[in-house]
């Protein structure tokens, strides 16, 4: 490739057919190009979704009232996961994206990240609370993953009544993960932080976070989730925001209500992303309260969801 300069550069790329057209993708750099004016015979579409999250663990420290992950013990086999990553990663899958609880807590979990960083070309990508990032773990951690997001719902005391930890301690987690990759910050926007969105869009720019995701709480056994008032706050905010970060949203139905753009243009959501839990229940999304279980392929798994939807 060459560029503006005529310098060449060396860029390499996954591809992914779909009938979008030809996506292009470089994990290193986060480059996505879309050809899609190349037209795409329907056989020759990539068969996995363009990205998995999964829940390596439901453990986590934390105990944070509006958290949906399951209470229930649960953590899946480090080998297992490597094996379903270089299933999807030849059927087309760009990213894989680790969760749980908290995956920092899960064994051996630098070694995951590099095992499939080293088998297979997609991106490698974790959302953490930070407060188990140590300058050991970033280093372990060190081209073996490619994206990062920290979990920050609100600022200053309101993050410490919440979550229960020093906001001075997620502060340093952003300082170490700015020195090991690109990362975003999280935020679920519920009563208690929807007042605090510029502060939030303020820290993530501070931080030099390259995002911040708007998470509208989500109905659990113990919290309704966002009140219809305070998804209006979030939407009135969100559509005149104006700062240094980008914004995004999760898809929880509020996101139809503002200017979005989609990734992939006419993507179906099951194209777009699918969710393993911690039991290996393979979900539409995180939120989703049924699934099929895992078994000897996931891209069995992944055509047995989409055939059952």
């Not at 934390?62 to 379903?84: F, G, I, M, N, S």
């Not at 699918?274 to 069995?300: C, F, K, N, Q």
């Amino acid at each position: 490739m060459t560029g503006s300069g005529g310098i060449m550069l060396s860029v390499t790329c996954k591809i992914r057919l779909s009938a979008a057209g030809v996506h292009l993708f470089d994990r290193v750099s986060g480059m996505n190009v879309l050809l899609d004016e190349v037209p795409v015979p329907a056989e020759q579409f990539s068969r996995a979704p363009r990205y998995l999250s999964v829940a390596l663990t439901n453990a986590c420290e934390l105990h944070c009232t509006y958290c949906y992950a399951p209470k229930h013990a649960a953590a899946l086999d480090r080998e297992r996961v490597v094996a379903w990553a270089v299933e999807l990663d030849a059927a087309g899958c760009l990213g894989v994206g680790f969760g749980g609880g908290e995956p920092t807590a899960y064994r051996r979990f630098a070694q995951l990240c590099s095992d499939i960083a080293q088998s297979t070309s997609m991106a490698v990508t974790f959302t953490t609370h930070g407060h188990r990032l140590t300058p050991e773990l970033v280093e372990s951690l060190r081209g073996a993953v490619h994206f990062v997001r920290l979990s920050v719902d609100g600022v200053g005391a309101t993050y410490e009544r919440l979550r229960g930890r020093p906001f001075a301690a997620v502060v340093q987690a952003a300082a170490l993960l700015g020195s090991l990759a690109p990362f975003g910050i999280n935020a679920v926007i519920n009563a208690d932080t929807v007042g605090e969105l510029d502060d939030l869009a303020e820290f993530a720019d501070q931080v030099g976070a390259s995002e911040l995701l708007l998470l509208p709480e989500q109905p659990t056994a113990a919290t309704p989730g966002i009140s219809d008032a305070d998804a209006q706050r979030l939407v009135e905010w969100a559509a005149t925001a104006k700062n240094g970060v980008r914004l995004a949203i999760s898809r929880t139905g509020l996101e139809a209500a503002l200017p979005t753009a989609a990734a992939v243009p006419g993507e179906r959501p099951l194209d777009a992303h699918m969710h393993v839990d911690a039991t290996g229940v393979l979900r539409p999304h995180a939120y989703a309260p049924t699934g099929l279980s895992v078994g000897s392929s996931i891209m069995e798994a992944v055509q047995a969801l989409r055939e059952a939807r």
